[in-house]
């Protein structure tokens, strides 16, 4: 199926805040680049995250007050890391939720959070996203599996991806039946849709052996394509061939033929496409102080790829997103693959492109 443009259904979606609240990660997947996790960098203070916190407020009016539908909210999704690690993490939140009503939050996590702390996320996160990850200790996965559950009976938002470790397939295919079963939103998700980086073991720069792009064996290949659904591709084997699925619930349509129709999961190569991602999407990277707008494709104005600035220089990166607003500035996709962001209005041609942008 060739798709040359994406739309959402809705296009009143609220901006998407990621923030990556630090490294710190009580988990070391083989699969997560060193990049994205350790055990050893410092906690962030509450000071630095009230700080970055005030910088989103500012960032974000700056493109809902120039939208032709605004949303009356912004949902922030922390990651990490480990969010939950962190003491002052959960003080932040409370400092978010007295500050204002305005922003909804979620979070990415292991779900192997102390359960001293459920009563916190129960109160005040209106989403909630469990990654299951085979190869952490046992009695850490039977702890996932318990806060799964005990949130499954709240109005939380919950979904949970089970990434389908080559190696530990079976257990995989057996918590997602078990969740399945009980009622819970969970997806099985191939590791490393979006990575064009590297396939097969290699040494990260920690010293530590990993792949972050595993390779699936005809039958598990064949248990995901029935599984979910979704059209096969035969000459696919490693997970950043299997395309992606939108994420983070949106509703989107491809426009095939010259027609418009459902899609659920689409082949990611964007490259050079004209994108919205900026409209959509912000992540800040609280342990680089580097901010881009988006965390995974990273891409920025010129057809290039990267940071928008930094933490310690906010205010050059409010004046840039203003100008981009005041000038119509258009982003082209720099990238090979798209591994995240893709459910926003994209196209092949700028003439489509600017008809999905005026709608927003």
């Known amino acids: 199926m060739q798709v040359d443009a994406i739309k959402l259904k809705n296009n009143a979606e609220p901006m998407m805040v990621t923030w990556d609240t630090g490294r710190r990660c009580n988990y070391d997947c083989t699969y997560c680049a060193a990049s994205r996790h350790d055990n050893h960098s410092a906690f962030h203070s509450l000071e630095e995250y009230k700080q970055t916190f005030n910088f989103i407020k500012k960032y974000v009016k700056i493109y809902e007050n120039s939208k032709s539908n605004p949303t009356n909210h912004c949902n922030i999704n922390f990651t990490g890391g480990e969010p939950t690690l962190n003491p002052e993490f959960w003080n932040l939140v409370d400092y978010i939720k007295q500050d204002t009503k305005y ?99 290699f040494i990260d720069e920690d010293g530590t052996f990993r792949r972050t ?73 609280q342990h680089t102080g580097l901010v881009y707008h988006h965390q995974t494709c990273q891409a920025k104005f010129n057809n290039k790829k990267g940071s928008i600035g930094c933490l310690n220089n906010t205010e050059d990166i409010l004046d840039q997103a203003k100008n981009s607003v005041i000038n119509n500035y258009n982003i082209t996709c720099p990238n090979t693959r798209c591994g995240c962001g893709m459910c926003v209005p994209k196209a092949k041609d700028v003439d489509v492109f600017l008809e999905l942008k005026n709608n927003i």
């Open 103 to 201: 922003f909804n939050l979620s979070l990415t996590t292991n779900g192997a959070w102390n359960k001293k702390f459920t009563k916190k996320i129960k109160e005040s996160f209106f989403g909630i996203t469990v990654s299951y990850h085979s190869e952490s200790h046992d009695n850490l996965k039977k702890l996932v599996i318990e806060n799964i559950l005990d949130l499954k009976s709240t109005n939380i938002w919950l979904q949970v991806n089970v990434m389908l470790h080559v190696d530990y397939f079976d257990e995989c295919v057996e918590v997602y039946n078990y969740l399945k079963s009980k009622g819970v939103k969970v997806n099985p998700r191939p590791i490393g849709d979006g990575n064009e980086q590297r396939e097969g073991w």
């Open 213 to 285: 792009s595993h390779v699936y064996s005809q039958s598990q290949k064949d248990w995901f394509f029935k599984e979910t659904g979704l059209q096969r591709n035969t000459s696919c084997s490693s997970g950043d061939e299997f395309g992606r699925g939108c994420c983070g619930g949106r509703c989107i349509q491809g426009l095939v033929d010259g027609e418009w129709q459902n899609v659920n999961m689409i082949d990611t190569y964007f490259k050079n496409w004209y994108c919205s991602v900026n409209w959509y999407f912000l992540h800040i990277d």
